[in-house]
């Protein structure tokens, strides 16, 4: 075990890779560190579906031989990172959330998982998600919700669907992990547990060997504890794949390039005066403060009034949800003797009302709808908003009928890239979230002004009181 004085539970994907780089630590350390949070842990937070310890131990002790012997791949090489539980790894179980598949095996490997594994870095096993994706809030009748660690006297919403990727990182039990996002689901388990979270674009990263939801929304995407380790897990697994064919048409850019050029004279958008009602008073805060900070660093912000609502951007991609999920899983939750989740059943039911000329209506009105936004935001490089309304509820408050996703669909509607950062706490102790989306294709964009604000701030540095 590790004889440093360095501590890696809280430590940063890149403040890691220094460490193995310099010899301060090792992926050893690092791994055993991980599983030993597990260990003490996820009884009571419950993020991961299975543990890959026997594995893990021996990738790390591989890794550390390959890195001594000068046969180091690059900078997350040894670093331990959780996967979503519907990213397929040939050979082992991959659930999807569902209890109906509690033994399905992966024909595949999922290309975001292999781009990984090239890096160097360790699978360390598979975390909870909202069945088959689908729901906002983190919950999860049959195989289990996540607790949120903000909070281990009241069991609060984790943010769905990537729940168990946000407990993991949040507790200290992996120091990051891929989730998926058709409406918000890397950005709502970002935001409730006080982490950066990137939204990547349509077509960016390869949903192959993903189980889908929403062909059409689908994306991939890192949930970190910094802006820098985010760019550097999206770096991995973004680009071309022939596995998946919509992806070659688009290239793969440094993300690096221009990250550390600072905000001086960009120009943000935010939201109305109309569109913060319904925000609670500590986000708004929060998200002012959070503007007040760019401001300062030399960046002009301007409200803007949307095209449309963002309650009416959340109706259109709810709909293509709806017809494309129940494509996709309708089959299950048409069978009643099948143990699927009440709260979910009745979802992916409704796409089976949705008739063929209203799923390409909510095509077209999505393509309609783009074209309006990029008319009022040619001027911008970016729109800021809260990712959420409010932090973490309590789980006894949770309407299943509702989402948590109403700032957070619309970047999936109108195929942007976008990237959630902590902006503050709560009174009650609880983080609160900055969501800062771009065009399409400009993942850069969004970690640069990230990157820019973290360095201005210590959110990002909090974490929950554990020990």
Same mark, same amino acid.
């Given at each position: 075990?590790?004889q440093?004085?360095?501590?890696?539970t809280?430590m940063t994907?890149?403040?890691?890779?220094a460490?193995?780089?310099?010899g301060s630590l090792?992926?050893?350390?690092i791994?055993? !560190?991980c599983?030993?949070?597990?260990?003490?842990?996820?009884g009571k937070?419950h #993020?991961?579906?299975?543990?890959?310890?026997?594995?893990a131990?021996? &990738?790390?002790?591989?890794?550390?031989?390959a890195?001594r012997s000068?046969h180091?791949? +690059?900078?997350?090489?040894?670093?331990p990172?959780a996967?979503?539980d519907i990213i397929?790894?040939?050979g082992r179980?991959t659930?999807g959330g569902?209890?109906?598949w509690?033994d399905?095996v992966?024909?595949?490997?999922?290309?975001?998982?292999?781009?990984?594994?090239?890096?160097?870095m360790?699978?360390?096993?598979?975390t909870?998600s909202?069945?088959?994706a689908?729901g906002?809030w983190?919950?999860?009748t049959?195989?289990?919700?996540p607790?949120?660690?903000?909070d281990l006297?009241t069991a609060?919403?984790?943010?769905g669907?990537s729940?168990?990727?946000g407990?993991?990182?949040?507790?200290?039990?992996?120091?990051a992990?891929?989730g998926t996002?058709?409406?918000?689901s890397?950005?709502?388990?970002?935001?409730y547990c006080?982490?950066?979270?990137l939204?990547?674009?349509v077509e960016?990263?390869?949903l192959h060997?993903v189980?889908?939801?929403?062909e059409?929304?689908?994306?991939p995407?890192?949930m970190t504890?910094s802006?820098? /380790?985010?760019a550097?897990?999206y770096d991995a697994?973004q680009?071309p794949d022939?596995l998946?064919?919509?992806?070659?048409?688009h290239?793969?850019?440094?993300?690096?390039e221009?990250?550390?050029k600072?905000?001086?004279? $960009?120009?943000?958008?935010?939201?109305?005066?109309?569109e913060?009602?319904?925000?609670? &008073?500590?986000?708004?805060a929060?998200?002012? #403060?959070?503007?007040d900070?760019?401001?300062?660093l030399?960046?002009?912000t301007?409200?803007?009034?949307?095209p449309?609502s963002?309650v009416?951007?959340?109706?259109?991609a709810?709909r293509?949800?709806?017809a494309e +999920?129940?494509r996709n899983v309708?089959?299950?939750a048409? /069978?009643?003797?099948?143990?699927?989740?009440?709260?979910?059943?009745p979802?992916?039911?409704?796409g089976r009302?949705?008739r063929a000329?209203?799923y390409?209506d909510?095509l077209t009105?999505k393509?309609?709808?783009?074209?309006?936004? &990029?008319e009022?935001?040619?001027?911008?490089?970016?729109l800021l908003?809260?990712?959420?309304e409010?932090?973490?509820?309590? $789980?006894d408050q949770?309407d299943?009928?509702?989402?948590p996703?109403?700032?957070t669909?619309? +970047?999936? !509607?109108?195929d942007?890239c976008?990237?959630?950062?902590p902006?503050?706490?709560?009174?009650?102790g609880l983080?609160?979230?900055?969501q800062?989306a771009c065009?399409?294709y400009?993942e850069?964009m969004?970690?640069?002004i +990230?990157?820019a604000y973290e360095q201005a701030?210590?959110?990002h540095n909090k974490?929950?009181?554990?020990d």
């Open positions: 075990m590790n440093s004085n360095l501590d890696p809280f994907v890149h403040a890691l890779s460490a193995i780089a310099d090792t992926s050893v350390d791994v055993e !560190c599983l030993r949070r597990i260990a003490d842990y996820d937070l #993020a991961f579906v299975e543990v890959y310890g026997d594995e131990r021996l &990738a790390a002790k591989a890794a550390d031989q890195i000068g180091r791949l +690059g900078p997350l090489h040894g670093i990172i996967l979503k397929d790894m040939e179980v659930t569902s209890k109906a509690t399905r992966s024909p595949t490997t999922a290309t975001v998982a292999q781009r990984l594994i090239n890096a160097g360790i699978v360390i096993g598979k909870h909202v069945e088959f689908m906002g983190g919950t999860n049959h195989m289990g919700t607790w949120n660690p903000w006297e609060r919403t984790p943010g669907s729940s168990g990727s407990v993991a990182v949040a507790s200290g039990m992996a120091p992990a891929i996002d058709t409406g918000g890397v950005r709502l388990p970002a935001s006080g982490l950066a979270g939204k990547t674009t960016r990263v390869s060997g189980l889908p939801l929403s059409t929304l689908d994306t995407g890192p504890r802006v820098e /380790d985010a550097m897990i697994i680009g022939p998946w064919p919509a992806t070659l048409a290239h793969a850019p440094n993300p690096f221009h990250m550390r600072g905000v001086n004279g $960009l120009r943000l958008a935010t939201i109305s005066a109309t913060r009602r319904g925000v609670d &008073a500590p986000t708004l929060a998200f002012d #403060a959070a503007q900070v760019l401001r300062d030399g960046a002009t301007t409200e803007i009034e949307m449309r963002f009416d951007f959340a109706g259109i709810g293509i949800i709806g +999920g129940y309708g089959h299950l048409d /069978d009643p003797d099948l143990p699927l989740d009440p709260n979910v059943r979802r992916i039911a409704l009302d949705i000329h209203e390409l909510a009105e393509e309609a709808v783009k074209a309006e936004f &990029a009022v935001f040619m001027d911008f490089d970016a908003l809260p990712s959420t409010t932090p973490a509820i309590p $789980l949770v299943e009928g509702g989402t996703a109403r700032f669909r619309a +970047g999936n !509607c109108l942007l976008a990237l959630s950062v902006n503050g706490v709560s009174p009650d983080p609160t979230s900055l800062i065009r399409g400009d850069a969004a970690l640069r +990230g990157w701030t210590n959110w974490h929950p009181a554990m």
